[in-house]
């Protein structure tokens, strides 16, 4: 939209971007209906929620007050699920950020430019395998009695490692499949960026006598910083957002010390245990933590690049 | 003369009406239907809407019920919400728990059923004759709000079970202790006992974590599948909580160590045990008594159906003498959705779904479908039943999604003789009764869920943790106990030892 399509009368406006108008409804009506229409459940969170009285209204179950929230913030699981969620998605973004970047250099760095688009490929389709089926990759190649990976440390010597049910590992596996499966993808925008760059530019540095590894640091990382800046800043929005599918998926009592998160917890806590104000409680506050990251994210991208969300 | 023509009248006016529907029907309006929400079957690949035997049960009420069925493995998460939401709801509901802690029927969502007794001839009977199971549904504000599915208390319930084979070859006594027990497990790791030339693939126990505590707890005094449990003085104990707890994580972190508990017992499954009997590869596993001869032994070549090869033995004994958990009778309930324009059909229909006639229905079928009538006039179900599981269980045999009542001889029918002998023998006389379920007051409920779930998470992961060695039991028991402490353990025994009290003086 130009400035001078604000002088145009509405009705006008929408009959002419009626075609694109159409192709955003799923979405608009996506966001209505499961972001929007579930914030008026809100209320359940200072209630004590009584079951048939419907999710969406206020007054239908008596007011409590903070008394969920009491007792979220008193009980032992409380910081351990704040550490546990933040920690998780922190390594992921500390692993997973940089390794895209470096595989885009590198793609873009090949010879043979085949290799590269066969590598970029086959690096690129685990992001499309589903969660469940990853998970279950995951439990076959790390069973500690027939797994391929086990196997291995045994002929090796080694005495078998639990790997999905030691605390210790959840983390690790977490964020090293997390890793695998979303680089090559990840990776494309990197490599858009890196294609954008003037051929005269390299022409310029070889002229200068500039090797291969002087190109890539003050060519190509300056020319794509801006990118990765702002990718940067908009996966920190998003930082308190781990994939509550893949946890769920993965772990178990077990591994509730370093893997159990806000999200399951809320689940479990809601769905299975029925304690509906509570869930809503604990969920609005990590809600909460997650706007004042999206807030600040965005306020830090307007300072660093001058560009932001709004 | 009069009086005659009246008589003949009044005999037609029956005799048409009789003519016009069934004895057992509940309405004589065409056309009528209840709507209900239930549990579908167990196996996967059979969908009960149309049931023959459920569709007949219907009939015969002359109704028609319109299902929602939905998989009995995500029913509790599915229904829940759907009942906290409570918006277009069907008129009979089954719901996902047994609502102890009165979380529905303290909302109003169903109907108090004591009220309708007038019209539910087959139910009040029921209850007449199941004392024990009215003091249970009966709810702290004197009603009765649902009606029971049970299952069988005192029989068929989880047991150890030795390879016989196996112990006859080394030559050993059925073990009654843990240290026999041990004892027997460590030879089956040393020796080939499948005779096939490597001794090292044995798995002398396979036994999936949940029956860890049916299996080992009692030897120790302690009922870990109840969680709270009341000894002979009356007094509630959190087993979790108890010293004896600390030795029965020691044992099996010993197990653990020694490889006798094998490194992935958190994530064993029923399929990969049968998978081992099949290939001859264990020797003891610890299950419900079902498995037994049907699932377990029936993986042998040289099993022939009048010895088990798989088969139950006593429970084990430690410093206490060991028992079996048993359970308690009611494991599901129907409610009547009191928001329904079709209250009194539907409690009719309730009420009809107790008889006896339909109670035949679920147990046995159909007389020339599912079962035969012999010269001495005992029942014999057909071989199909055993041969066509989809086809039988596709009938709604047993009936998931209506109040069927399981009974110990319906079940001795369709086991073999050596089955039923065992159970009998080896498990019936140790089986104790576990924690009664009792409905709690709103105090009561707000504890709970404040508590339990935390308490129960913990005591989850801080069991594997202790059994596998990732915490040290003699350096981290203490501060275990505690912090049991201060997710308000005592609080919980408290209220429980208060239900446990209530339901005592109820069964006087």
């Given at each position: 939209?130009?400035?001078?399509?604000?002088?145009?009368?509405?009705?006008?406006?929408?009959?002419?971007?009626?075609?694109?108008?159409?192709?955003?409804?799923?979405?608009?009506?996506?966001?209505?209906?499961?972001?929007?229409?579930?914030?008026?459940?809100?209320?359940?969170?200072?209630?004590?929620?009584?079951?048939?009285?419907?999710?969406?209204?206020?007054?239908?179950?008596?007011?409590?007050g903070?008394?969920?929230?009491?007792?979220?913030?008193?009980?032992?699981?409380?910081?351990?699920?704040?550490?546990?969620?933040f920690?998780?998605s922190?390594?992921?973004l500390?692993?997973?950020?940089?390794?895209?970047?470096?595989?885009?250099?590198?793609?873009?760095?090949?010879?043979?430019?085949?290799?590269?688009k066969?590598?970029?490929?086959?690096?690129?389709?685990?992001?499309?395998?589903?969660?469940?089926?990853?998970?279950?990759?995951?439990?076959?190649?790390?069973?500690?009695?027939n797994?391929?990976?086990?196997?291995?440390?045994?002929?090796?010597?080694?005495?078998?490692?639990?790997?999905?049910?030691?605390?210790?590992?959840?983390?690790?596996?977490?964020?090293?499949?997390?890793?695998?499966?979303?680089?090559?993808?990840?990776?494309?925008?990197?490599?858009?960026?890196?294609?954008?760059?003037?051929?005269?530019?390299?022409?310029a540095?070889r002229?200068d006598?500039?090797?291969?590894?002087?190109?890539?640091?003050?060519?190509?990382?300056?020319?794509?910083?801006?990118?990765?800046?702002?990718?940067?800043?908009?996966?920190?929005?998003?930082?308190?957002?781990?994939?509550?599918?893949?946890?769920y998926?993965?772990?178990?009592?077990?591994?509730?010390?370093?893997?159990?998160?806000?999200?399951?917890?809320?689940?479990?806590?809601?769905?299975?245990?029925?304690?509906?104000?509570?869930?809503?409680?604990?969920?609005?506050?990590?809600?909460?933590?997650?706007?004042?990251?999206?807030?600040?994210?965005?306020?830090?991208?307007?300072?660093?690049?001058?560009?932001?969300?709004? | 003369?009069?009086?005659?023509?009246?008589?003949?009248?009044?005999?037609a006016?029956?005799?048409?009406?009789?003519?016009?529907?069934?004895?057992?029907?509940?309405?004589?309006?065409e056309?009528?239907?209840?709507?209900?929400?239930?549990?579908?079957?167990?196996?996967?690949?059979?969908?009960?809407?149309?049931?023959?035997?459920?569709?007949?049960?219907a009939d015969?009420?002359?109704?028609?019920?319109?299902?929602?069925?939905?998989?009995?493995?995500?029913?509790?998460?599915?229904?829940?919400?759907?009942?906290a939401?409570?918006?277009?709801?069907?008129?009979?509901?089954?719901?996902?728990?047994?609502?102890?802690?009165?979380?529905?029927?303290?909302?109003?969502?169903?109907?108090?059923?004591?009220?309708?007794?007038?019209?539910?001839?087959?139910?009040?009977?029921?209850?007449?004759?199941?004392?024990?199971?009215?003091?249970?549904?009966?709810?702290?504000?004197?009603?009765?709000?649902?009606?029971?599915?049970?299952?069988?208390?005192?029989?068929?319930?989880?047991?150890?079970?030795?390879n016989?084979?196996?112990?006859?070859?080394?030559?050993?006594?059925?073990?009654?202790?843990?240290?026999?027990?041990v004892?027997?497990?460590?030879?089956?790791?040393?020796?080939?006992?499948?005779?096939n030339?490597?001794?090292?693939?044995?798995?002398?126990?396979?036994?999936?974590?949940?029956?860890?505590?049916?299996?080992f707890?009692?030897?120790?005094?302690?009922?870990?599948?109840?969680?709270?449990?009341?000894?002979?003085?009356?007094?509630?104990?959190?087993?979790?909580?108890?010293?004896?707890?600390?030795?029965?994580?020691?044992?099996?972190n010993?197990?653990?160590?020694?490889?006798?508990?094998?490194v992935?017992?958190?994530?064993?499954?029923?399929?990969?045990?049968?998978?081992?009997c099949?290939?001859?590869?264990?020797?003891?596993?610890?299950?419900f008594?079902?498995?037994?001869s049907?699932?377990y032994?029936?993986?042998?070549?040289?099993?022939?159906?009048?010895?088990?090869?798989?088969?139950?033995?006593?429970?084990?004994?430690?410093?206490h003498?060991?028992?079996?958990v048993?359970?308690?009778?009611?494991?599901?309930?129907?409610?009547?959705?009191?928001?329904?324009?079709?209250?009194?059909l539907?409690?009719?229909?309730l009420?009809?779904?107790?008889?006896?006639?339909?109670?035949?229905?679920?147990?046995?079928?159909?007389?020339?479908?599912?079962?035969?009538?012999?010269?001495?006039?005992?029942?014999?179900?057909?071989?199909?039943?055993?041969?066509?599981?989809?086809?039988?269980?596709?009938?709604?045999?047993?009936?998931?999604?209506m109040?069927?009542?399981?009974?110990?001889?319906?079940?001795?029918?369709?086991?073999?003789?050596?089955?039923?002998?065992?159970?009998?023998?080896?498990?019936?006389?140790?089986?104790?009764?576990?924690?009664?379920?009792?409905?709690?007051?709103?105090?009561?409920?707000?504890?709970?869920?404040?508590?339990?779930?935390?308490?129960?998470?913990?005591?989850?992961?801080?069991?594997?943790?202790?059994?596998?060695?990732y915490?040290?039991?003699?350096?981290?028991?203490?501060?275990?106990?505690a912090?049991?402490?201060?997710?308000?353990?005592?609080?919980?025994?408290?209220?429980?030892?208060?239900?446990?009290?209530r339901?005592?003086?109820?069964?006087?």
């Open positions: 939209m130009s400035r001078s399509d604000t002088k145009k009368p509405l009705r006008q406006l929408i009959h002419r971007d009626r075609q694109l108008l159409l192709m955003f409804l799923p979405v608009f009506l996506y966001y209505i209906i499961f972001c929007y229409l579930p914030m008026a459940g809100l209320a359940m969170a200072f209630e004590d929620f009584k079951m048939g009285t419907g999710f969406i209204g206020v007054f239908n179950s008596p007011f409590v903070l008394r969920w929230f009491e007792q979220f913030f008193g009980s032992v699981f409380a910081w351990r699920l704040i550490r546990n969620t920690l998780l922190f390594y992921s500390l692993f997973g950020f940089p390794i895209p970047i470096i595989f885009a250099i590198c793609i873009t760095q090949m010879r043979g430019r085949r290799l590269a066969g590598a970029q490929v086959i690096t690129y389709l685990p992001y499309f395998i589903s969660t469940v089926v990853v998970v279950g990759m995951m439990t076959n190649f790390l069973s500690p009695s797994g391929i990976i086990n196997q291995f440390i045994k002929t090796l010597g080694g005495k078998p490692i639990n790997f999905m049910s030691d605390p210790k590992w959840f983390r690790r596996l977490y964020v090293i499949s997390g890793s695998w499966q979303s680089f090559g993808f990840n990776a494309i925008i990197f490599v858009a960026a890196i294609m954008g760059i003037d051929p005269s530019l390299y022409e540095m002229v006598g500039a090797t291969r590894f002087q190109q890539i640091i003050h060519l190509i990382i300056p020319m794509i910083a801006d990118t990765v800046i702002l990718l940067l800043i908009m996966t920190l929005g998003n930082l308190l957002n781990v994939g509550f599918e893949k946890v998926l993965m772990y178990s009592p077990a591994v509730y010390e370093t893997g159990d998160v806000i999200a399951t917890y809320v689940y479990r806590q809601g769905i299975e245990n029925k304690n509906f104000s509570y869930a809503a409680a604990v969920g609005l506050f990590y809600s909460a933590v997650g706007f004042v990251f999206v807030v600040g994210s965005n306020t830090l991208s307007r300072r660093v690049t001058g560009s932001s969300l709004w | 003369m009069k009086k005659l023509l009246s008589v003949v009248l009044a005999l006016l029956a005799l048409s009406c009789l003519s016009a529907v069934a004895e057992s029907a509940i309405t004589d309006q056309g009528a239907s209840v709507s209900m929400l239930a549990m579908n079957s167990w196996y996967s690949t059979v969908d009960l809407k149309d049931a023959y035997l459920l569709k007949k049960v015969n009420a002359n109704v028609t019920v319109e299902w929602t069925l939905i998989d009995p493995t995500t029913y509790s998460d599915t229904v829940s919400p759907m009942l939401a409570g918006q277009d709801l069907p008129d009979i509901i089954q719901l996902p728990d047994t609502d102890n802690n009165m979380t529905y029927l303290s909302s109003g969502m169903f109907v108090k059923l004591d009220e309708h007794l007038d019209i539910m001839p087959n139910y009040s009977k029921y209850l007449e004759a199941n004392p024990f199971i009215k003091a249970s549904l009966t709810a702290v504000d004197g009603h009765i709000y649902y009606v029971p599915q049970t299952v069988v208390t005192n029989n068929y319930q989880p047991v150890l079970m030795l016989m084979p196996w112990l006859e070859k080394a030559g050993l006594e059925v073990p009654t202790t843990l240290d026999d027990f004892a027997m497990l460590r030879y089956y790791k040393e020796n080939d006992m499948n005779g030339g490597d001794p090292n693939d044995e798995i002398p126990m396979s036994v999936q974590s949940a029956f860890l505590p049916y299996m707890g009692p030897a120790f005094g302690l009922d870990l599948v109840s969680g709270f449990y009341a000894d002979d003085n009356g007094v509630v104990h959190y087993a979790a909580a108890e010293d004896a707890y600390k030795d029965y994580l020691t044992f099996l010993g197990l653990y160590n020694e490889g006798l508990l094998e992935e017992f958190t994530s064993l499954n029923r399929d990969q045990i049968t998978e081992r099949a290939n001859d590869l264990t020797g003891a596993t610890f299950d008594s079902w498995q037994m049907n699932l032994s029936a993986q042998y070549e040289n099993y022939d159906g009048t010895k088990g090869i798989i088969a139950g033995v006593a429970p084990l004994s430690g410093a003498k060991g028992f079996y048993g359970r308690n009778p009611v494991s599901g309930c129907f409610g009547v959705n009191s928001k329904s324009d079709n209250i009194e539907a409690v009719k229909f009420d009809y779904a107790m008889s006896e006639e339909a109670q035949d229905l679920y147990v046995w079928g159909e007389e020339g479908l599912t079962y035969e009538v012999d010269a001495d006039g005992n029942r014999h179900f057909l071989p199909r039943c055993t041969e066509d599981t989809i086809w039988y269980q596709g009938l709604g045999i047993n009936a998931p999604n109040p069927s009542q399981q009974s110990t001889p319906a079940t001795d029918v369709l086991l073999p003789a050596w089955h039923v002998q065992n159970d009998r023998e080896f498990e019936e006389p140790y089986i104790r009764a576990p924690f009664p379920n009792v409905y709690s007051t709103t105090d009561e409920t707000s504890t709970i869920s404040m508590y339990l779930v935390d308490v129960q998470t913990y005591v989850d992961e801080r069991a594997v943790a202790f059994i596998c060695g915490a040290s039991i003699e350096d981290e028991f203490d501060s275990y106990i912090t049991l402490k201060s997710l308000q353990i005592d609080e919980l025994i408290k209220v429980k030892q208060a239900q446990y009290d339901f005592a003086a109820a069964m006087k």
